[in-house]
């Protein structure tokens, strides 16, 4: 019994058509794979420019504060007053790095407020206390960012 030669085409047919399907259903799936892939690296880029932000402005609260702790007995009034507009600024740059309901900020808030209000009475008995303080905050944020850059982990948004 001999199979007529149009069966096999359509056999050769049948065939070619089952391969492109999975040939597409493999493309799918690695394309899919691939965006996820895309997509998890494109934040983890977004968390590393946020860290460098972060760093880099308290890196500058830091400085601030430690310039002003320096010649605050030597200040007059007017003096403060521009350099505490100075560090409110700087400082203010850093809250709102954060979402309002992240307690971490509102740690760092009353570090900055505590510090600020202790310049503005000449009293820098607790600062290098207080600046270890944001320190270890800033540390742990960082630590934390860090992990899920390395891990390509976007469970939570970019603070």
């Known amino acids: 019994m001999e199979v007529p030669s149009s069966e096999w085409i359509d056999f050769g047919n049948l065939a070619i058509g089952i391969g492109t399907f999975t040939l597409a259903i493999v493309l799918g799936i690695i394309s899919v794979s691939s965006t996820k ?18 760093r880099k402005q308290v890196s500058q609260v830091l400085t601030l504060q430690q310039q002003y702790n320096l ?4 200040c007059s009034v007017e003096e403060l007053d521009a350099l505490l507009k100075e560090l ?12 309002p309901s ?3 900020r509102d740690k760092l808030e009353y570090l900055f407020a505590e510090i ?27 630590s934390k960012q860090r992990i899920k850059i390395i ?3 976007n469970s939570e948004p970019i603070i």
């Not at 892939?37 to 972060?54: G, L, M």
């Not at 010649?71 to 030597?74: H, L, N, Q, T, Y």
């Open 37 to 54: 892939k895309a997509r998890k690296v494109h934040i983890a880029d977004k968390r590393q420019d946020w860290i460098n932000t972060f």
């Open 71 to 74: 010649i605050i007995g030597d």
């Open 88 to 99: 409110n600024m700087a400082s203010n740059e850093i809250r709102f790095m954060f979402d």
């Open 102 to 104: 992240d307690k971490r």
């Open 116 to 142: 600020s209000n202790d310049f503005k009475n000449k009293d820098t008995e607790n600062f290098a206390n207080k600046q270890y303080q944001i320190i270890k905050i800033t540390d742990s944020i960082i």
């Open 151 to 153: 891990e390509l982990d």
